[in-house]
């Protein structure tokens, strides 16, 4: 189950793990014709909810059991962003945020983890951001969402280490994707001369990751956080 899994990183995502030979059920929120033509295009069924309501996640997670049968890899990479800097902020802002990237991965862990204890197998992983770890101007909304998906991932690991689950975060630095692209051009100009490698990641890189660590063989990677950005911020 891969959450924004129509667009972005998600849909590489999503090609990658279905080429690996996965079953997948890609989630996405509202934007129809993009996961229309993405159906049509990899052939993986699509379901739409939002992440950031728990009882959608609830029902919507049983409708996907009840098609294809249970979860045992979930990739919680739906995600927004609503820049501002603080003093603009609204506080509609930061809950927005706050709910789609940060409650999303209670409101998907919890309803999935008693079927993957029971099962004794499950492969969680949660998808944060450079921003995340070494804080955006502009953004911290989303720095502290995407801090609290390492701290909510290594908590996690450590409560179910002991069943065969694995959580584990991704941070990837600056994707090219849409939501890169709403970046100004000057702006991103200056974000690029930062990246010691000098572009921009590709999504297939992020989807790479994901298909690394959802392996049965990952089995003693947990709480880690897997940085992709590209050198732009290495992590201590
Ligand atoms: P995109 O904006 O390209 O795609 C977002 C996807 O998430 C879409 O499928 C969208 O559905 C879905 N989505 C958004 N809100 C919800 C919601 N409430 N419920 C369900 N699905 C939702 O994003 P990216 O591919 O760029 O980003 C993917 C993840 O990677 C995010 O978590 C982002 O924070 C993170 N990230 C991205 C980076 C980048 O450079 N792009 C860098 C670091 C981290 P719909 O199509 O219906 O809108």
New binding site residues.
């Given amino acids: 189950m891969v959450?924004?899994?129509?667009?972005?990183?998600?849909?590489a995502i999503s090609v990658e793990l279905k080429a690996a030979g996965y079953t997948v059920a890609?989630?996405?929120?509202?934007?129809?014709a993009?996961?229309e033509a993405f159906s049509k295009e990899t052939g993986i069924r699509t379901y739409?909810?939002?992440?950031?309501d728990y009882d959608a996640c609830v029902a919507g997670i049983a409708k996907v059991e009840a098609d294809l049968g249970p979860v045992d890899v979930v990739v919680n990479?739906?995600?927004?962003?609503r820049d501002a800097t603080l003093h603009k902020m609204t506080p509609q802002q930061w809950r927005d945020v706050m709910?789609?990237?940060l409650d999303?991965m209670f409101n998907m862990c919890q309803p999935l983890i008693e079927g993957m204890r029971e099962r004794g197998y499950g492969r969680i992983i949660n998808?944060?951001?450079?921003?995340g770890q070494k804080g955006q101007m502009g953004q911290t909304n989303?720095s502290a969402a995407?801090a609290g998906v390492i701290g909510f991932t290594k908590a996690l690991a450590q409560e179910v280490a002991k069943k065969g689950i694995t959580v584990n975060v991704i941070?990837?630095?600056?994707?090219?994707?849409?939501?890169?692209a709403a970046v100004p051009p000057k702006v991103l100009e200056s974000i690029i001369a930062t990246i010691p490698v000098g572009r921009?990641?590709k999504?297939e890189e992020?989807a790479h990751c994901v298909v690394f660590l959802a392996d049965e063989k990952a089995a003693f990677i947990t709480g880690a956080t897997f940085t992709a950005n590209g050198a732009q911020y290495i992590a201590g």
């Fill in positions: 959450t924004g899994g129509t667009r972005g990183i998600g849909h890609a989630i996405y929120a509202g934007n129809d993009a996961a739409k909810w939002d992440v950031g990479n739906a995600g927004i962003t709910r789609v990237d999303s998808i944060s951001s450079i921003n989303y995407k941070a990837p630095g600056y994707i090219d994707t849409e939501m890169v921009l990641g999504a992020i």
